[in-house]
């Protein structure tokens, strides 16, 4: 849910800008939406990762739940908080790549994180079981965002003059 209204509370600025041609804001300001993003969300995953034991037994610790069930599922919560922050962040760059009419490489992009995701699966499900799938997932959101903010950056910095890039 955050991810999604994050996003399309900032789409139709993404859009314009880009339909401005105003690289040197787009690029300022997914910077400065993406650091809210972190801001927000590691916290948030944070506290899941450190809290998940507590969390599961208030919610599902009763009768036929027990303790080392409380454990193999705060285990899968703890991997999959992981992905929040990289997940939040993708969903926010893959809108800005749509709005530069990127959909080849995010076609492709989407393609090599399914294949990555089945991969990295079938690999840490063998030695970690079910919190194996988890960390999978938040391993391929983090390499999906990555590949996403490296092409928007290097593209927005062959369309930036020189003289006007902002400096990070």
């Known amino acids: ?47 899941l990762i450190l809290f998940a034991p507590q969390i599961v037994s208030l919610l599902f610790e009763r009768g036929s739940f027990t303790a080392a069930d409380t454990a193999k599922v705060a285990g899968v919560i703890r991997f999959a908080a992981m992905q929040i922050p990289f997940y939040i962040a993708g969903v926010l760059a893959s809108r800005v790549a749509i709005s530069m009419q990127a959909t080849r490489f995010t076609l492709v992009a989407s393609i090599g994180a399914m294949v990555c995701n089945a991969g990295f699966n079938a690999l840490l499900m063998r030695h970690m079981g079910v919190a194996g799938i988890a960390l999978s997932t938040a391993f391929v959101h983090l390499l999906s965002a990555a590949a996403l903010y490296i092409y928007l950056f290097r593209r927005l910095k062959g369309m930036i003059p020189q003289h006007q890039a902002v400096r990070l």
Request: cysteine-free.
């Open 1 to 47: 849910l955050t991810a999604t209204a994050a996003s399309e509370a900032v789409f139709p600025y993404f859009a314009e800008t880009v339909a401005r041609r105003d690289w040197r804001a787009v690029k300022s300001h997914l910077l400065q939406v993406t650091g809210a993003i972190l801001l927000f969300a590691l916290p948030l995953a944070l506290v």
